[in-house]
């Protein structure tokens, strides 16, 4: 069974440019988590999705943080215009719905210059 | 808002050694995690606690659910070099609600 699918692995970008990720979670897997993990410290909830619905947005900056899950299978974050203090990795989870055991993404790891 | 603490930051031991690490919060939880990452991947789950005094094994690893449901503990019997990696505790105090981390503590094992 494939795991929780993340791309891309790497991205470096000019700060104020824009910049989107994708994550695959695994299938039939309901809940679906967008986390941010700054160097040496643990990840930290950006948004969590219950299908389609955003459920928990509350730590997501939206000034320049969108995230969105259409058809409640894959999600896309993007950031737009992205900051220096934006460099960061970027992690994706998946979970059964109720479930305690999230599963996460390898991550892309953002660095802004 | 919430916030865990993790100790020791880092550590380094002898392959065979045995390892301890604890994870205290300001607040009580109801569950708590305990993950792995390794470099360049995600966190790994490797226990999951339901019950205050609980104690849970998976091979070598053995962690514990605080009686007081502000702390937690992870221990570690006979490191291997595959241990290496940053363990985390994560905590939450209601179901529905989102996961707490803490900053993790990093193990270094010596052969």
């Known amino acids: ?113 | 808002g919430q916030q865990l603490n993790q100790s020791p930051q880092s550590m380094f031991i002898q392959e065979g050694e045995d390892v301890s690490m604890n994870c205290t919060s300001s607040s009580i939880f109801n569950t708590w995690l305990w993950y792995k990452q390794e470099p360049g991947e995600g966190p790994v789950l490797l226990i999951a606690l339901y019950k205050a005094g609980e104690l849970t094994s998976n091979g070598r690893l053995t962690a514990q659910f605080g009686i007081t449901r502000k702390d937690s503990f992870l221990n570690i019997s006979a490191s291997i070099p595959s241990d290496v990696g940053i363990y985390f505790c994560a905590g939450r105090n209601n179901y529905g609600q989102n996961f707490v981390f803490g900053p993790g503590t990093r193990l270094s094992v010596l052969p």
Do not use: M
């Not at chain 1, 955003?54 to 999600?75: I, M, T, Y």
């Open chain 1, 1 to 113: 069974e494939a795991g929780v699918v993340q791309s891309p692995r790497y991205k470096i970008i000019e700060k104020k440019q824009p910049v989107a990720f994708w994550c695959n979670p695994i299938s039939g897997h309901n809940t679906l988590y967008w986390y941010l993990q700054n160097l040496g410290q643990g990840p930290e909830l950006l948004i969590r999705y219950e299908n389609e619905e955003a459920v928990d947005d509350s730590q997501l900056p939206k000034d320049r943080f969108s995230a969105e899950r259409l058809k409640g299978v894959d999600s896309t974050l993007k950031i737009q215009p992205a900051e220096l203090g934006d460099s960061a990795v970027y992690l994706c989870a998946s979970s059964l719905e109720g479930s305690t055991e999230a599963f996460f993404g390898q991550g892309t790891r953002l660095t802004v210059v």
